[in-house]
Every structure is written in structure tokens, then in C-alpha cells.
């Protein structure tokens, strides 16, 4: 089972997969769209700027880099969706940005 993206008008939910979600200590996380700047699709899996690590790894955790904040959930190769989040505005978002690999993302509009 991999990680589970939902986006709402205004929610962006993440719903992580087995160990995945020891970073956050929460299966689920919940994020205000209105705390969201962008999202964005990279294949293979991408890493914030100037950050690396061994090839065939792994990228679990929570990463500090530069005085950013990012949350990295991601297997290599994979397609991954990147959430840049607007931390300052909204300081209980705790990331400045969330990687993760993802199969799909169900995305629900208002009618």
C-alpha cells in the first residue's frame, strides 16, 4: 500500500503508509489549502534543492536544511508530489515543504 493524497478545495490530506508515518507521529496529516504555495509531479523521486542522499535509498524523515523544515516520504524511483507549504504564515503546518511518493492523488472539486 503506498502513501494516499486527497485535495479538497481546502484541505490537502495526506494519508501515510507503513512506516512512513513515524516522522509525524500521525497516520493522517491535515493541511489548510490556503497554507499550501505549490504542488507539483517529479518522476524519479526529487529532493529539495542541495539536499542528497546514497542512490536506492529510502527518504524517510523530517530533513533541516538551510533553515527549511521538509518532510520526505519518498521511494526511489517513484513518482513523487511535492507540497511547498507557506510555514511562516502558518507555523502550525511544522514543514516548509512534504515529499512523498504517491500511486495517486484523488483530487475532489466543488460542483
Not at 22 to 38: F, K, Q, W
Request: hydrophobic share 35%; charged share 25%.
Amino acid at each position: 500500500m503506498s502513501t494516499s493524497v486527497r485535495i479538497s478545495d481546502d484541505l490537502v490530506e495526506i494519508t501515510f503508509s507503513g512506516l512512513s508515518f513515524l516522522a509525524t507521529r500521525r497516520r493522517t496529516l491535515r493541511i489548510p489549502m490556503r497554507a499550501v504555495r505549490s504542488i507539483r509531479t517529479a518522476t524519479p523521486s526529487a529532493l529539495p534543492h542541495g539536499t542528497a542522499v546514497s542512490p536506492g535509498a529510502r527518504q524517510t524523515g523530517i530533513l533541516r536544511h538551510g533553515g527549511r523544515v521538509h518532510l520526505l516520504a519518498s521511494r526511489p524511483g517513484e513518482p513523487t508530489l511535492t507540497i511547498d507549504l507557506d510555514r511562516q504564515a502558518y507555523p502550525d503546518v511544522r514543514f516548509d515543504s512534504i515529499v512523498v511518493s504517491c500511486d495517486d492523488v484523488a483530487t475532489r472539486t466543488a460542483p
